[in-house]
């Protein structure tokens, strides 16, 4: 084939590859789009819709290997490098990702659009500190929104700059009043006070807003500035308003967000099932090189965060944070497309085709570079609960550790926690309740069927009698006690976190019985958890 007849056959299989996917003739158009790959394995374009056609078709370890493929001869063109960093994420595939990161490092003056979009991808993969130094730079070099701005402050937040988190989102809010995404941000920065908030700015902004919202942006704004108005009556002690405020808001969020409690008894039959379908007692674990995890699992707002800043205040130890590396190589090894609760309940009907050794092998590829150079790491998803089972039979060395919270406090301080379009389950009474039930339920299972899987933490013990409490935690991860541990508000490292100001405190309890400040509107709450244990 002459040059001049090899470029226009591929224009014209480029041409093909269009029409087939705008047609929705997929068999089609992947057969075009290997076919243009087979004469130019340099075009990344055609990769990566190889790898979303491939993705959208159910395949996700296929999607993968246009990617790979392509790591060794990526063009100049950072924001299809860019592409394929989101997509290898996607994917489970972080250290090719940072391996691509690395690369744009190297461009000389990249514009500033560009370091904006690296610092995201840095920020989803967990590296705050790394993300803030973008961010910055995009800012000096002219981005000006209110998403990059937001960032900013989200950045300067998680790595503890507090004053200036704060300045910037509140000028955020000044600049773009209509921008509801940074009024949760910058109420949840601290405690407001009387003589310290934003609460005539709120309700101003919530007045300017339609009333009756049309469309989901809009009731979505509005939930976010309702949000904001609660935190700052609830801080100030103005507590009827604030439930008026959280009410509004929850029942906007259900309304875009409805939860779907038989999906819910769905996956966790299913993973019961699927913890019995195999022998599920403990295998000794084999040998391999390399940091240990330490998962920590539970409810999210039990303590989680506190319980992994202890641990991260040792010498041993560092936090991975809230990574999703084990959800993503589940669901890998299973080849199932994560899809939240639908695609949990998929991968439990397959548990009995999934090899757990390659679960495990490819967790620790992707995430032992997290450790920093120490023997352990923590990871720190509280949704990992739903997936004991399937930990103890890929990493059978790792310590998991359960934190248990007293059910009022933990339901309520997710119903009040604003989580956005994910957890549906917390703006309903109703359906905090069913989920509650759900998960004691699990744990019920877990700790019957798997006795030794994992040790629980009272987070009332933790911070009532940590000096009795963290020695036991440590000694069931094989750590010697250190005095930091007692400490953990001395720890400088970057936490992702809503409740970043507290867990740079010293250890408290003011956590304990918060939900009874609503006692009267939560007991509907107290009688459907009492109805379900």
Not at 12 to 25: D, H
Request: glycine share 6%; with cysteine; aromatic share 6%.
């Amino acid at each position: 084939m002459t040059t001049a007849s090899h470029s226009v056959s591929l224009h014209t299989l480029r041409e093909r590859a269009r029409i087939y996917l705008e047609g929705g003739q997929l068999p089609a158009a992947q057969a075009a789009l290997e076919t243009i790959l087979r004469h130019a394995p340099n075009d990344l374009a055609c990769s990566l819709q190889l790898a979303d056609l491939l993705f959208q078709q159910g395949h996700l370890q296929a999607s993968t290997l246009p990617l790979l493929r392509a790591l060794h001869r990526l063009p100049k063109d950072a924001l299809l490098i860019v592409g394929m960093i989101q997509r290898l994420v996607g994917r489970g595939e972080i250290v090719a990702a940072r391996a691509c990161l690395d690369l744009l490092t190297q461009a000389p003056d990249p514009p500033a659009h560009v370091v904006l979009a690296q610092a995201k991808m840095r920020f989803m993969i967990g590296e705050f500190r790394e993300a803030l130094e973008l961010t910055e730079r995009a800012v000096r070099a002219g981005v000006d929104t209110p998403e990059a701005a937001r960032l900013h402050g989200m950045l300067l937040q998680f790595n503890g700059r507090m004053d200036e988190a704060c300045k910037v989102l509140e000028q955020c809010l000044v600049r773009w009043p209509d921008f509801g995404d940074a009024a949760p941000a910058l109420v949840d920065m601290r405690k407001q006070t009387p003589d310290a908030n934003h609460l005539a700015r709120l309700q101003e902004q919530l007045q300017r807003l339609p009333e009756q919202p049309t469309d989901s942006g809009q009731a979505f704004a509005r939930a976010e500035f309702e949000y904001a108005v609660f935190k700052t009556l609830d801080d100030l002690g103005r507590y009827d308003e604030a439930w008026q405020a959280l009410a509004r808001c929850n029942a906007l969020m259900s309304g875009l967000n409805p939860y779907d409690p038989s999906l819910q008894e769905a996956v966790t039959d299913a993973l019961i099932r699927a913890s019995a379908e195999r022998d599920t007692a403990p295998v000794k674990a084999p040998a391999f090189e390399g940091p240990v995890p330490i998962f920590i699992v539970g409810m999210p707002r039990s303590g989680t965060t506190l319980l992994d800043r202890i641990l991260s205040s040792h010498s041993k130890v560092t936090s991975a944070g809230e990574i999703g590396d084990f959800w993503r190589q589940l669901h890998w090894v299973a080849d199932v497309i994560p899809d939240q609760s639908k695609g949990l309940l998929r991968v439990a009907q397959r548990a009995d085709q999934i090899d757990f050794h390659q679960v495990g092998q490819r967790y620790l590829k992707q995430t032992q570079w997290r450790a920093q150079g120490r023997p352990y790491y923590v990871d720190k998803l509280p949704g990992n609960i739903q997936l004991v089972s399937f930990i103890r039979k890929a990493l059978p060395h790792a310590p998991i550790l359960h934190m248990v919270r007293d059910p009022m406090d933990t339901c309520f301080s997710n119903f009040k926690a604003m989580f956005g379009i994910i957890s549906p389950h917390t703006y309903e009474l109703g359906a905090m309740a069913h989920y509650y039930g759900q998960h004691a339920r699990l744990v019920r299972h877990w700790h019957q069927a798997l006795p030794d899987a994992m040790l629980d933490v009272d987070y009332a013990e933790l911070v009532r009698h940590s000096e009795t409490t963290i020695p036991r935690v440590l000694a069931h991860c094989g750590l010697d006690v250190e005095e930091a541990c007692l400490r953990p508000e001395s720890n400088a490292s970057p936490v992702a976190t809503r409740s970043t100001p507290q867990v740079r405190e010293s250890i408290h309890t003011r956590g304990l019985g918060a939900w009874r400040h609503y006692e009267r509107q939560l007991e509907p709450l107290r009688e459907a958890l009492a109805l379900g244990s």
